[in-house]
């Protein structure tokens, strides 16, 4: 896992070379956001990039700045730096909504008032995993933007969507899952960009970010492997700088076989911080990920 990621050639054309770290500020971090956290800062330096810290705060329900002041410590206590930020997702509302009303121009956007019980009653029946595509109940036959409801969300129209020929796959290689190829309308349908009441859907901020931040790599959890599609979407029709390179690390999971969370006490930063040194706990990390500890020590130690 390391010698894949650190060994990835980085392509001439794409400018400065950057990687981010994305948390959102609902908990105290844990064994498995080190991990993420961890790799994603090593990938990023070892190619001569520079490592960003963006708070994925727009969940307003559950985001804490005291969290995110925690976040930063943790990072600190455990010696990985970023080079920029904190950069807020809170604080970039202007950006977003210049964004949404692009996509809004094209007459892509439309309100949607259906709740999570119709979008249940809608589901396909092979969709065990509890993911649920848009069945487009909404969906009109005309642009209807403007007609927006303060009780509605915003979705966005996938193909086929009227007068576009586009394409509903969205294809991309990834450096630890391989070749993936996404049809939007089979697995998403129709997505949310801005939620009722005001906060913005997870998959276009941080598709308007990367792209706004110049990010040019993505290390993350494979939990995160299917957002990628719909990120690269809105990217493709607002014509932004995707990134390079993805790269999706296997979740890690406690000895029962269940992931991580940071309902799991005894593996979050508190107790850590207060059992074991940052070198243990990277120790720690790399043995549950089965990468080899003293060649990340050896790596770290060479970045600092």
């Known amino acids: 896992m390391l010698d894949i990621l650190c060994n990835t050639a980085v392509s001439a054309g794409c400018g400065r070379w950057?990687?981010?770290?994305?948390?959102?500020?609902?908990?105290?971090?844990?064994?498995?956001?080190?991990?993420?956290?961890?790799?994603?800062?090593?990938?990023?330096?070892?190619?001569?990039?520079?490592?960003?810290?963006?708070?994925?705060?727009?969940?307003?329900?559950?985001?804490?700045?005291?969290?995110?002041?925690?976040i930063m410590s943790d990072l600190d206590w455990l010696g990985l730096g970023w080079d920029e930020g904190p950069i807020y997702q809170s604080a970039r509302d202007?950006?977003?909504?210049?964004?949404?009303?692009?996509?809004?121009?094209?007459?892509?956007?439309?309100?949607?008032?259906?709740?999570?019980?119709?979008l249940m009653a809608s589901r396909a029946p092979h969709a065990s995993d509890g993911h649920v595509a848009y069945s487009g109940r909404c969906r009109p036959s005309t642009p209807c933007y403007g007609a927006v409801a303060a009780e509605a969300n915003l979705r966005l129209m996938v193909p086929p969507c009227p007068g576009r020929p586009d394409s509903d796959e969205v294809s991309f290689d990834d450096l630890i899952c391989g070749r993936q190829n996404v049809a939007l309308s089979c697995y998403?349908?129709?997505?949310?960009?801005?939620?009722?009441?005001?906060?913005?859907?997870?998959?276009?901020?941080?598709?308007?970010?990367?792209?706004?931040?110049?990010?040019?790599?993505?290390?993350?959890?494979?939990?995160?492997?299917?957002?990628?599609?719909?990120?690269?979407?809105?990217?493709?029709?607002?014509?932004?700088?995707?990134?390079?390179v993805y790269a999706h690390l296997p979740l890690l999971k406690n000895s029962d076989g269940v992931r991580l969370s940071k309902r799991d006490r005894a593996l979050s930063m508190e107790w850590l911080r207060a059992n074991c040194s940052p070198r243990d706990v990277i120790v720690a990390v790399c043995r549950a990920a089965a990468v080899n500890p003293e060649e990340m020590l050896s790596v770290l130690e060479r970045l600092r």
């Open 18 to 70: 950057k990687g981010r770290f994305a948390p959102s500020p609902s908990g105290r971090m844990h064994l498995g956001n080190v991990y993420a956290a961890l790799m994603s800062y090593v990938s990023a330096k070892t190619k001569g990039g520079s490592w960003l810290l963006r708070i994925e705060d727009i969940d307003r329900q559950r985001s804490r700045q005291m969290w995110a002041d925690m």
């Open 94 to 118: 202007d950006a977003y909504i210049s964004y949404l009303e692009r996509l809004a121009g094209m007459g892509l956007v439309y309100p949607c008032v259906c709740t999570r019980a119709d």
């Open 188 to 244: 998403f349908g129709d997505f949310v960009l801005r939620r009722k009441g005001g906060d913005w859907a997870y998959q276009f901020a941080v598709a308007v970010d990367d792209a706004d931040m110049g990010v040019t790599e993505v290390v993350r959890g494979d939990d995160l492997l299917m957002s990628t599609a719909p990120q690269r979407y809105v990217m493709s029709l607002l014509e932004l700088p995707e990134p390079v």
